[in-house]
């Protein structure tokens, strides 16, 4: 029988071998905290992103109103003129003022992009709701009767219209 002897390494070699893993140990833990002061710094940024663009959001949202805000001062002094003119019992000057508010509150409000949503036709559940239903001679669907006006935002619905649809006898 023939068995290989094993060699025990010599305690220099041991000495040489546990040298070499807490140099290579040494140079992970540096490695690891490089790499743990790498992900504190990026977490750090992204925070500080978070917080700007948070801070930009708000910003916009405020010179939004402001801009809304200083459109519509002009109907407000409009109306302050219809209230001292229905003061002072002038009819047709009130009906005038009220008028006239009543154009520069819908122009400033277009330019935001406000429009008002058709009537005229059949009934469409996406942009209408229909509050009553009457018999017609018309076709089943049709508008009869607008109760309130519906208006858009761009491409959303802001208020429906509420209207009267005709049904069927």
């Known amino acids: 029988m023939t ?4 060699r025990k390494p010599s305690r220099t070699e041991l000495e040489q071998q546990v040298s070499t893993l807490e140099e290579r140990a040494a ?22 992103y978070r917080k700007r663009v ?4 708000q910003n916009l949202a405020v010179r939004a109103h402001e801009r809304l805000v200083k459109e519509l001062l002009p109907v407000l002094d409009d109306l302050e003129r219809a209230l001292e003119a229905a003061a002072e019992h002038h009819e047709a000057k009130l009906e005038d003022g009220v008028r006239l508010v009543q154009r520069e509150l819908q122009e400033a409000l277009s330019k935001e992009g406000l429009e008002e ?12 709701e229909a509050l009553l239903s009457q018999p017609s001679d018309q076709d089943e669907g049709a508008i009869l009767e607008v109760l309130q006006k519906g208006y858009r935002l761009g491409d959303r619905v802001l208020r429906p219209a509420r209207v009267v649809v005709s049904q069927r006898e």
């Not at 068995?3 to 094993?6: F, I, V, W």
């Not at 140079?27 to 500080?48: I, Q, T």
């Open 3 to 6: 068995e290989k002897a094993e």
């Open 27 to 48: 140079l992970l833990e540096k490695e690891r905290d490089e790499r743990l002061d790498d992900l504190k710094r990026v977490a750090a940024e992204f925070d500080n």
């Open 54 to 57: 948070a801070r930009d959001q």
């Open 117 to 128: 949503i058709e009537t005229n036709g059949h009934f469409d559940p996406h942009v209408h």
